[in-house]
């Protein structure tokens, strides 16, 4: 046996799905309770399981997707970090853009937040010019000098961002010596890894936020990678990244900035293939878990963007042109001022959960709605092994919401699922008519634990003729990773004049002007960038 497993993280539930390469069928669909604090005792019962189930030598490769960027981001739980930038430019990172998007119009709208105040940011003495060549040599000791102040401060990483650090890396690279030499124990996270292409702004947020949640991110990934091997000598251990692709954990260890979006791609990836098998092109994905509901839509291939914005932070990173708003079946329902009803986006999460799931719990969500209207069995949650207190679920609809509204405890539940379904497709029709797609020439595809639940509603609202619901649609996110490929995307940005160019120029690799370093004021030392060689020269 042969065995390939996906592993969805998700914020209520861990899904998991193990495919069986020789005999070609699935040998095992899961799902075991997330537990966001700590996440590698959940992977270490999903691998105790499978291995006494299996054996030890019977899985070749798990393709693991995590919120845990995300997460890091969206809870404000990264590390402290510092900025080095080119003499000059301190501010840019604090100024930002004038274009506000759809707050063009709201004079009260919120600025992008910053990772890190202006205290923690440093001028080094360096430039290059537009096309990377030297103008002005990286001053060694500057570089030196400020780290050993951002260490005195209690930094844990740093982020380069150099002047036309796209054009030639050379002094970023240098920059990331000395760090190193400086301070060993220091996370670093370069602009030209991160995002090599133009716009300054963009390229140093993106490379803060790198740096931001690089050191937990890829301690995660170490974690999971070593777990693997521990228990299956045999295999190798894979992250699901934001643009549908699967790379290995060391290598997006310097760049964890790939997989804020690993876990709801998946899914993506997930039902291109499934309309793939069954011959349909216009897709709309809809995924609805415990927590958000994730909807792309896929007009043939799926669309992609190259930047994102998590809890205001602007991140310039390939990703799946995905939509996700609070709204799943741990959304928490309340009324407001005015006797309004809200669904969302706040969420009971996986503890204590929903009132129904009986783990302490008292607030009124989707799942108790859905269990009170009989749309939920009370006896089939993961097979029967967690119990629904429908009692419960009554009384916390009936006491938060019905009672408040002065209706039935049924009313209550009916106007919960009509509120949730409301939000979910007046977010499915900003993705598809505002951006020229007519619903109808699309199929439906949900999937999550209550996708399938509430998909008819949505489907009835935005005129959708065909709903096709997988199997397994509860941890289909985890069967989309078993089919997803093994790839990396580059990206560059190379400024040339459009007359006289070839399309062979172009095409052709940049290549790398000749380095220049001050290691001290009067000398300069260069490294060959074709033998490596080193001299320095007297300026």
């Known amino acids: 046996m042969t065995l ?3 592993i969805d993280v998700g914020g209520t539930f861990t899904d998991v799905t193990a495919f069986d390469e020789d005999q070609r069928e699935l040998a095992a669909v899961r799902k075991y309770l997330s537990d966001p604090a700590q996440p590698a005792a959940v992977m270490e019962s999903i691998t105790a399981d499978l291995a006494r189930d299996f054996g030890a030598n019977s899985v070749s490769l798990i393709l693991h997707g995590s919120t845990a960027a995300l997460n890091t981001l969206l809870e404000g739980t990264g590390v402290r970090v510092g900025l080095l930038t080119t003499r000059g430019f301190r501010d840019v990172y604090e100024i930002g853009r004038q274009w506000r998007g759809e707050d063009v119009f709201n004079l009260f709208a919120p600025a992008p937040k910053m990772l890190l105040t202006r205290d923690r940011i440093f001028e080094i003495r360096e430039r290059l010019g537009a096309q990377g060549e030297v103008i002005e040599p990286l001053i060694a000791d500057d570089v030196s000098a400020a780290v050993s102040k951002l260490v005195a401060d209690g930094v844990e990483a740093v982020a380069v961002c150099f002047l036309f650090a796209y054009a030639n890396p050379i002094h970023e690279k240098a920059a990331a010596e000395i760090i190193r030499a400086t301070a060993p124990g220091l996370y670093v996270s370069l602009s030209h890894e991160v995002n090599p292409e133009w716009r300054e702004y963009e390229r140093t947020a993106s490379t803060v936020a790198n740096a931001y949640i690089g050191p937990p991110v890829s301690r995660y990934l170490r974690t999971l990678e070593e777990l693997s ?5 045999r295999s190798r251990a894979l992250m699901m990244k934001s643009d549908g692709g699967a790379a290995s954990a060391s290598m997006l260890a310097r ?15 997930g039902g291109r293939h499934l309309g793939d098998v069954k011959g349909i092109d216009n897709l709309i994905t809809f995924d609805t878990g415990g927590t958000s509901s994730d909807m792309a839509v896929l007009p043939g291939r799926p669309l992609f963007k190259s930047e994102v914005k998590v809890a205001r932070h602007p991140l310039r990173t390939h990703t799946v042109d995905i939509e996700t708003i609070g709204a799943g ?10 006797h309004v009803l809200k669904v969302g986006p706040q969420s009971a999460g996986a503890h204590p959960g929903p009132a129904c799931y009986g783990r302490g719990g ?19 949650l993961l097979e029967g092994a967690m119990p629904i207190a429908s009692a419960k679920a009554r009384e916390a609809v009936a006491t938060r919401v019905a009672a408040p509204l002065e209706m039935s405890a049924a009313e209550a539940a009916w106007g919960i699922l009509r509120v949730l379904a409301t939000n979910v497709m007046v977010a499915m029709r900003t993705i598809t008519v505002e951006r020229g797609y007519d619903p109808r020439e699309f199929t ?5 634990g209550v996708g399938p639940t509430i998909a008819g ?22 069967h989309g990773m078993l089919v997803t490929d093994v790839h990396q995307e580059r990206s560059l940005t190379r400024i040339t004049p459009v007359d006289g160019t070839m399309p062979a120029e172009v095409d052709a690799p940049t290549a790398t002007p000749a380095c220049a370093i001050a290691a001290s004021p009067t000398k300069w030392r260069c490294r060959c960038p074709a033998c490596g060689d080193r001299r320095t020269w007297p300026i």
């Open 329 to 338: 079946g741990g959304s928490i329902a309340a009324v407001h001022l005015g």
């Open 229 to 233: 091997l521990r228990r299956f000598p």
């Open 255 to 269: 760049t964890p900035i790939q997989t804020v979006m690993s876990g709801p791609v998946a899914g993506v990836i």
């Open 444 to 448: 439906l595809v949900p999937f999550g």
């Open 362 to 380: 008292r607030e009124p969500t989707l799942t108790d709605a859905l269990v009170l209207l009989g749309h939920l069995n009370p006896t089939a």
């Open 457 to 478: 509603m949505i489907a009835a609202e935005l005129g959708i003729g065909r709903i096709l619901i997988p199997r397994d649609p509860g941890t289909f996110s985890a």
């Open 4 to 6: 390939r497993v996906g």
